[in-house]
């Protein structure tokens, strides 16, 4: 299955890394640096689901979290948070913010989208 | 600080990942060779940064337990599953006991699996023949974990350092066995931590025994 997702991520490095990865599986990627040109990109798209990383500019991926949760186009869309944070307590604080699912980087890149579709299906 | 140290890292691994997968095209034999000591030296800088961290955090007492209430057995299983192909490329034999008594636990799960992972691994590491084994018995509401192993041993003028930090290094043995040094000295702090203790047996060229002793967290 071909998925259209978007990535929010301000690391022009990792950008480039998750969108070469998931598009050289056939995978439709659309990008935003920033959480604000993330959530307006999401509504007029409207994708399968967010990569969403935490340390962000201006707004940080927490607060972009919960604003997509209360958006009316965006609350059925699934959220993956993709974070180097990787401290004690910060995968609860995502998933309890609604968060489906929370992968630490560095990110595997062989094992990357299984993990991504397990968090899908759940 | 862990997210400015592990920033980079996540673009030195992902795109070795990328490359040795063939996914940017194909490489020739020598370069999938280079590539993939890169990546083995990269993934060697995340251990150790992961272990900084850890005890930067434990020394500045800023080191959170999240206890939750989880199937011990499973977690061994889980244990063993990743550790297992580790043994088999060495040709060792990996053993895993549970006492039948032992079900539920609450603890730090994460934290637990951490310490074994980490003394089963070392296990594997400083052993060339024989085997690597885990006995856990339910010894009133504690768990005693042991892991005992048929390799090289530690002498007896080493055993009361093994647990202080870089002492791998120190001895200049972590050019022989890749490791960070730090792997001991963490899992005797989050054993402390969790309420118990670790204690070390050991005979040189015969064996090592490590004792971690945890409360099961459980009141009957």
């Given at each position: 299955m071909h998925y259209k997702i978007l990535i929010i991520e301000d690391n022009e490095q990792n950008l480039y890394l998750a969108k070469f990865l998931l598009e050289s599986y056939g995978h439709v990627v659309l990008t935003a640096l920033t959480g604000i040109e993330g959530i307006k990109l999401a509504e007029s798209s409207q994708p399968d689901f967010i990569l969403l990383d935490i340390q962000l500019p201006e707004v940080n991926g927490y607060e972009i979290l919960e604003k997509c949760k209360k958006n009316k186009q965006l609350f059925n869309t699934p959220i993956i948070v993709v974070t180097s944070y990787a401290m004690a307590g910060d995968r609860e604080r995502c998933m309890s913010a609604g968060a489906n699912g929370y992968i630490e980087k560095p990110i595997n890149p062989d094992t990357f989208m299984q993990q991504i579709e397990e968090f899908l299906l759940n | 600080m862990s997210h400015e140290l592990r920033t980079p890292l996540n673009s030195i691994i992902g795109f070795t990942g990328i490359l040795l997968r063939g996914l940017a095209g194909p490489l020739n034999p020598e370069q999938l060779k280079q590539l993939g000591m890169a990546k083995n030296s990269a993934q060697h800088l995340l251990a150790l940064i992961n272990d900084v961290l850890d005890i930067t955090k434990i020394e500045a007492g800023e080191f959170e337990i999240f206890k939750n209430k989880y199937d011990f057995r499973k977690s061994v299983e889980f244990i063993a599953e990743s550790l297992n192909p580790l043994a088999q490329k060495k040709g060792l034999a990996m053993l895993f006991n549970v006492d039948p008594?032992?079900?539920?636990v609450y603890s730090d799960k994460r934290r637990i699996e951490q310490i074994l992972i980490n003394l089963i691994n070392n296990g594997i590491k400083f052993t060339d023949k024989g085997y690597v084994k885990l006995d856990c018995t339910l010894i009133g509401n504690d768990i005693e974990m042991k892991v005992t192993d048929s390799g090289i041993g530690i002498a007896p003028a080493d055993i009361e350092h093994i647990f202080k930090p870089f002492r791998q290094i120190d001895t200049g043995i972590s050019r022989l066995h890749e490791g960070t040094g730090l792997g001991l000295s963490i899992c005797k702090a989050l054993a402390k931590k969790l309420g118990g203790e670790i204690m070390v047996e050991s005979n040189k060229n015969i064996g090592s025994k490590f004792i971690v002793t945890l409360p099961t967290g459980l009141k009957d």
């Open positions: - | 008594a032992i079900t539920d």
